[in-house]
């Protein structure tokens, strides 16, 4: 009976599924039946275009248009006629709103405001930057759609050929002679694959040959020790290092070799194929030498020779279109330009666009008499663009970037950018370079900031070697320039610039070691240019009087050096070239500079009496204390008091000097310390006149919008006829009598009195409202009180506090409001009163 009972089921449970089967091919039959038949060829974005808010010329094809279309079409059949083998050329392809639009109209020349679009390399910057490419799908045709340049705006993507519509648009604005260019590029051209390019802020490699510095050879010099080693030895010694750094060159070359075969990309089975879509500018517009290229993908400027364009089929501007006759089998090396040469360029429309760039003055004199005699045959010119007029953004040119960032692989590079004011940090830009082609192990880390209070413009990190270098733009704190360090610790390794100008001693560069300091000046007036300061072990000495820390006691100074410039005013035996303090040895060391007709210079060098320590007492000196050598040996020696003296000035000075080195360690530790907050608290300068960013700004400029809205709404309220609705529903409103003047005015201060106590009323239900739902809230709060939770209490309490607050308001609001109802009542009665129209009845 189971088995039987089982059986039962299976098969109930196949009928289930031919049932559902069944019923399935039943629905896909009926859905197959209903067909959508489009009323026209949409695009593929067209569903997100709003067919209500474009322009009429988005929609529609003016006389013009249609005429320009149908020898546009014209010219396609001949051309397909003539040359069977060439590609279609794009001559009407569909805008975002499926209307047939001729390619040079979609073009529309715009002068933008900011400067920075007013040169080719700032537009291509920012077309690059600001919109994000949809490749050609099939990669081997034109596409059958070319939306406008503001709708690519307002999507920020977009094809290559919208890329170079948007570029040519504000290359035309410009002035410069820019045209798009529809042909046919290699792979990583056409596909934005930068992977095996450089990055462009590294640079170019740069080989550096090692060049040998020739020995100068003295006149008079001691002659060199014979060598007694064999020659024969030697050279087979230099021939068998030859023989093994040419085995060594050779495997190096191989390993190039293997390494950029390794690297090269596999052959592309569309080489040639790939349509593509780029600018031309021609030269002899705003200072252009030379005619060029630019990818509008890239931003990139290339010469017409470049071999990674393959080939051109046609060019057009906002005049004219142009197709090619030459021959492109080898590229566009050997292609020219001279759009008037019919011979290689075929033009659509015959006019000036059309005639050749580089005639000859006297054949121009000649054609213009030609031209004078055919003026009546032309019959049409080119149609205005059919596009809107193309608007960035200040808002636009901040964010550049979809959504504010773009990252752009390179040769073991990774190129991020950032909008400004995008992170709390300022990052604009990071450079991060791999010592690998996969990208994965990071060498350096470079990156570039703006509007930071601290003044930091870039920093880069070096990953093997810890090393992180900062620069800071003129204006920032000690006016620091760049910070190279290891670790933001004191007394470590450290390297510091400095605007020297914006400093009183002149310092420009500050190196740091962990028991050495070295720094450097420049335009001081007491000619110090270089200071080097040695120092010893700190002395760890923990006492009850020395409560200081360790670390925070001074590191003893074993040696102090310093030169100096020459003192035009000052004889040369008396000017100070360099002093050693050698505190460690109690002895100081004087050089003086160099005359001109002696070979070596005068020097005086001290011995610190045992006493040097007490200044109040007079220190002992005597004759062995201190040495001389003069350069001149006539010269009489110096007296024991000039030496004493001396020594005296000495010992200060090296006080002095001991108390900046001091300053300088100080200065050192507030640097740090100062960078160690500015990090942990980073702020960014917003100017006064970024009122969307600026909050003081900001808050000034709603505040003054509020006080003008205020006052057209006063000026609306005196302009207002409060007689009007009541005037409307007489028959003869001109002519009154006294007795519709009275009605007029007991009608008038009736509705306004029923529109006081109905405004009174409204705030008096809202006021009970909100006092229920209070109560009530606290009952539940009441009833709950001992399983409620931290949080729900203090949602409740919150609650509380609001429900208080609007209470509260509503409360004066009907409080001011009885107060200030009778007034408005007779207000408006004397306005009554006063009125021209019902003056003379009520008086």
């Known amino acids: 009976m189971e088995f039987d009972k089982g059986v039962a089921i299976d098969e109930a449970k196949e009928d289930g599924r031919d049932e559902l089967n069944k019923d399935l091919l039943k629905l896909d039959e009926a859905l197959r039946k209903i067909q959508i038949t489009p009323a026209c060829s949409l695009p593929e974005q067209a569903q997100q275009v709003d067919l209500s808010q474009c322009p009429t010329s988005y929609k529609e094809n003016s006389p013009q248009e249609k005429l320009l279309l149908a020898i546009a079409e014209n010219f396609r059949c001949q051309y397909a006629h003539i040359y069977p083998d060439r590609k279609p050329l794009l001559l009407c392809p569909l805008n975002e709103c499926g209307v047939q639009k001729f390619v040079s109209t979609t073009l529309r020349p715009t002068l933008s405001p900011f400067p920075e679009l007013y040169s080719w390399d700032g537009c291509a910057s920012f077309v690059s ?63 934005l694959n930068q992977s095996l390019q450089q990055c462009p802020l590294l640079g170019p490699l740069v080989k550096v040959k090692a060049t040998k510095q020739r020995q100068q050879v003295k006149k008079y010099s001691v002659k060199p020790p014979r060598d007694l080693c064999s020659g024969f030895e030697q050279r087979q010694e230099d021939r068998r290092q030859a023989e093994a750094q040419a085995i060594l060159l050779q495997k190096q070359q191989e390993e190039e070799r ?145 959504g504010g960032m773009k990252v752009i692989h390179y040769r073991k590079a990774k190129l991020e950018k950032f909008a400004p004011y995008l992170l709390k940090d300022g990052l604009v830009t990071r450079l991060t370079t791999y010592s690998d082609l996969d990208c994965t192990h990071s060498s350096t880390v470079k990156e570039w900031y703006q509007h930071r209070h601290d003044h930091l413009e870039e920093r880069e990190l070096n990953k093997a070697t810890n090393v992180t270098v900062e620069h800071f733009r003129p204006g920032r704190s000690f006016a620091l320039r760049s910070h190279r360090y290891i670790m933001m610790t004191p007394e470590t390794e450290r390297q510091m610039d400095f605007y020297s100008c914006a400093r ?124 001389t050598f003069h350069v001149d040996s006539f010269e009489k020696p110096c007296k024991n008091l000039f030496l004493y003296e001396m020594l005296v000035h000495m010992m200060k000075e090296e006080e002095t000097v001991a108390l900046r080195v001091k300053d300088s360690e100080k200065e050192v530790r507030a ?35 509020r006080m003008a809205q205020e006052e057209r ?131």
């Open 258 to 402: 293997l390494r950029e075969d390794g690297e090269r990309p596999p052959p592309d089975a569309l080489l040639g194929l790939r349509v593509h879509c780029w600018v031309l500018v021609l030269a002899d517009s705003r200072e252009v030498p030379e005619n060029f290229f630019i990818d509008p993908l890239s931003g990139k400027s290339f010469s017409t020779t470049d071999k990674c364009f393959l080939g051109i089929e046609s060019i057009w501007n906002h005049q004219n279109y142009w197709v090619n006759m030459q021959d492109c089998r080898f590229g566009c090396a050997e292609m020219t330009y001279d759009l008037g040469d019919a011979v290689k360029w075929e033009y659509l429309l015959y006019g000036a666009a059309g005639q050749s760039v580089l005639t000859i003055p006297d054949m121009m004199m000649q054609q213009e008499v030609e031209d004078e005699d055919e003026e009546e045959s032309r019959v049409f010119e080119m149609p205005p663009s059919w596009v809107n007029q193309i608007k960035i953004s200040q808002q636009d040119m901040e964010t550049r970037c979809p």
């Open 671 to 705: 640097i740090l310390a100062v960078r160690e907050q500015e990090e942990s608290s980073i702020e960014l300068h917003i100017s006064i006149y970024n009122t969307a960013r600026n909050e003081r700004a900001r808050c000034h400029r709603e505040a003054q919008e």
């Open 504 to 627: 009183a001693d002149g310092l420009v560069r500050r190196v740091e070691m962990p028991f050495e300091m070295t720094e450097t000046f420049e335009n001081r007036p007491d000619f110090l240019y270089y200071r080097h300061v040695v120092f010893g072990k700190r002395v760890k000495v923990f006492s009850p009087s020395n409560k200081e820390a360790p670390d925070r006691v001074d590191r003893p100074i074993q040696k102090v050096v310093e030169s100096f410039h020459r003192d035009q005013s000052k004889p040369a035996r008396e000017d100070v070239a360099e002093r050693i303090f050698l505190v460690c040895e109690d002895r100081i060391q004087v050089t003086y500079h160099l005359e001109d007709d002696r070979i070596i210079p005068a020097w005086r060098n001290f011995i610190k009496p045992k006493d040097s320590g007490d200044s109040q007492k007079p220190h002992s000196f005597s004759r062995q204390m201190a040495s």
């Open 713 to 843: 709404l006063q000026e609306q309220e005196k302009e207002l006829d409060f007689l009007a609705p009541f005037l409307a529903q007489l028959v003869d409103p001109e002519n009154l009598t006294r007795q519709v003047a009275l009605k007029l005015r007991s009608d008038c201060l009736a509705d306004l009195k029923q529109r006081l106590v109905d405004k009174a009323n409204l705030m008096q239900a809202r006021f009970e409202r909100e006092t229920q739902e209070l109560q009530q809230k606290q009952q539940w709060y009441q009833k709950n009180q001992l399983t409620m939770t931290k949080e729900d209490e203090d949602e409740y309490l919150a609650y509380c506090s609001d429900a208080m607050l609007r209470i509260h308001v509503l409360k004066l609001r009907l409080s001011s409001h009885k107060d200030k109802a009778p007034q408005k009542y007779l207000s408006l009665d004397e306005r009554l009163r006063r009125d021209p129209r019902l003056a003379n009845h009520l008086l």
């Open 129 to 191: 930057d600001f919109l994000s490419l949809e490749p050609l799908d099939p990669p081997t045709d034109p596409p059958k759609h070319l939306h406008s340049p503001t709708w690519v705006l307002q999507t920020n993507r977009g094809s290559c050929f919208e890329f170079s519509t948007l570029l040519c648009s504000l290359l035309l604005g410009a002035g410069y002679n820019a045209y798009c260019v529809s042909g046919y590029a290699v792979k990583e051209m056409c596909l």
